[in-house]
């Protein structure tokens, strides 16, 4: 049992470029999220999924783009790279909304933007 | 290794001691509060978890506390030991006001244990 699996774990990225980061789960959990964390920050919501076909935005959408088409895949676009996006991004999943159920998490994405 | 530990606040302990972290958290509706640690390099990893109609519940070597008149929630970690070292983040579940509950989290603390 994998839990959730983030890649790449590293990537640089030009200003303006575009790319795709992956997360999968094995869980057959319904609910998944994208954070991005900055030093000294608390993690902070970009997206997140409730079930295939349904996405909403978090507190920092802007400039990202997501979808769900199965339930296992929750990948989040980068659609023009700026470096304000250099981050670390956590993909989670938990069985619910996370009303009653813990969140389970990836081991990150680290991304910069040159 | 990653800077998420930068500007933090930071508890130090020595090997044995008890450690009490603790998180304020802004919204009275909140029903659902959950403690993560996060070791540098990997992501958040749950520690224990407690619904809004509790104030206490125990696991193996933490409690979490839970006092929604001051809006306080904090994590006892006993008998503390260097594996333990890590950034600890609260999270609190937030009934929305439209849409779906999300959870916020606080900025985290980290905790050095000395041996």
């Known amino acids: 049992n994998a839990g959730v699996t983030q890649t790449p774990k590293f990537q640089v990225l030009k200003t303006g470029q575009s790319m795709t980061l992956q997360c999968a789960q094995d869980m057959n959990h319904e609910y998944m999220s994208w954070y991005r964390q900055d030093p000294g920050m608390g993690l902070r919501l970009i997206h997140y999924?409730?079930?295939?076909?349904?996405?909403d935005q978090g507190e920092v959408p802007n400039g990202y783009n997501v979808s769900r088409s199965t339930t296992e895949d929750f990948p989040l676009r980068l659609l023009s790279a700026a470096p304000s996006q250099t981050s670390v991004y956590f993909c989670a999943s938990s069985l619910g909304q996370g009303r009653t159920q813990p969140q389970h998490f990836g081991d990150g994405t680290r991304l910069s933007i040159l | 290794g990653e800077s998420v530990g930068l500007h933090l606040p930071t508890l130090s302990v020595q090997e044995g001691d008890n450690s009490i972290i603790n998180c304020a958290y802004s919204n009275s509706a909140s029903d659902y509060f959950i403690w993560y640690k996060q070791e540098s390099g990997k992501g958040p990893q749950f520690i224990i978890d407690?619904?809004?109609?509790?104030d206490k519940r125990q696991g193996q070597r933490v409690t979490v506390l839970l006092n929604k008149t001051v809006k306080h929630l904090s994590l006892q970690i006993a008998a503390t030991q260097p594996g333990d070292s890590a950034v600890y983040f609260c999270a609190e579940n937030r009934p929305p006001g439209s849409g779906y509950s999300t959870l916020t989290f606080g900025k985290g603390t980290m905790l050095l244990v000395s041996p």
């Open positions: 999924s409730v079930g295939a076909g349904i996405t």
């Open positions: 407690i619904r809004s109609n509790m």
